[in-house]
T-cell receptor, first 114, second 115 residues
Framework: GENVEQHPSTLSVQEGDSAVIKCTYS??????FPWYKQELGKRPQLIID?????GEKKDQRIAVTLNKTAKHFSLHITETQPEDSAVYFC?????????????FGTGTRLTIIP | DTAVSQTPKYLVTQMGNDKSIKCEQN?????MYWYKQDSKKFLKIMFS???????INETVPNRFSPKSPDKAHLNLHINSLELGDSAVYFC??????????????FGEGSRLTVL
């Protein structure tokens, strides 16, 4: 089955600086790579995703890059703000009809220092 | 307005008891899931149902039994609760296959504490 590793487990950055979280996956058939943000005491929510036919995707201050050959993908947050503080999860799956088994990474606790 | 709702939000019980968590979604999704998030925040899939049919059943003790009376509901019943069952249990749903975006819509979570 799929195995997703995520680093670092904790990350502290100064407000306004950039944050980068990296993940690797094991299943070369995986074709969908979302990132979820979970604020304290809340549910995980999708913030950005990328499919295997794309190398990079950007949405305002958030970007994700994918290297299929190396089987790794990364989340980049620029101009960090206090509200970016949360736990971030990467995930990987084979998108299939009726069976989207997302395997999550172990999470990164991001703290933005004002 | 709530898309995926779970009840109860908090559950405190003694070891050996049996308890249930209910989940309902009003998004019209065909697929529903149960995820377990332990104290270290690891999110692990337990079960997945597609249109009332069990699709994914991870290595979960058979004390855990999901039930899907219809595609909008997926309940989780746990027998003979153990200390290690303490966790937050998230229900989730996703789009039907033909319009599949892959996005999981999570409920608010049910925090189970076994004493």
């Amino acid at each position: 089955g799929e195995n997703v590793e995520q680093h670092p487990s904790t990350l502290s950055v100064q407000e306004g600086d950039s944050a980068v979280i990296k993940c690797t996956y094991s299943d070369s058939a995986s074709n969908y790579f979302p990132w979820y943000k979970q604020e304290l005491g809340k549910r995980p929510q999708l913030i950005i995703d990328i499919r295997s036919n794309v190398g990079e995707k950007k949405d305002q201050r958030i970007a994700v890059t994918l290297n299929k050959t190396a089987k790794h993908f990364s989340l980049h947050i620029t101009e960090t703000q206090p509200e970016d503080s949360a736990v971030y999860f990467c995930a990987a799956s084979r998108l299939m009809i009726g069976n989207e088994k997302l395997t999550f990474g172990t999470g990164t606790r991001l703290t933005i220092i004002p | 307005d709530t898309a995926v709702s779970q009840t109860p939000k908090y559950l405190v019980t003694q070891m050996g008891n049996d308890k249930s968590i209910k989940c309902e979604q009003n998004l019209g999704h065909d697929t529903m899931y149960w995820y377990k998030q332990d104290s270290k925040k690891f999110l692990k899939i337990m079960f997945s149902y597609n249109n009332k049919e069990l699709i994914i059943n991870e290595t979960v003790p058979n004390r855990f039994s999901p039930k899907s009376p219809d595609k909008a509901h997926l309940n989780l019943h746990i027998n003979s609760l153990e200390l290690g069952d303490s966790a937050v249990y998230f229900c989730a749903s996703s789009h039907p296959g033909g319009m599949n975006t892959g996005e999981l819509f999570f409920g608010e979570g049910s925090r189970l504490t076994v004493l």
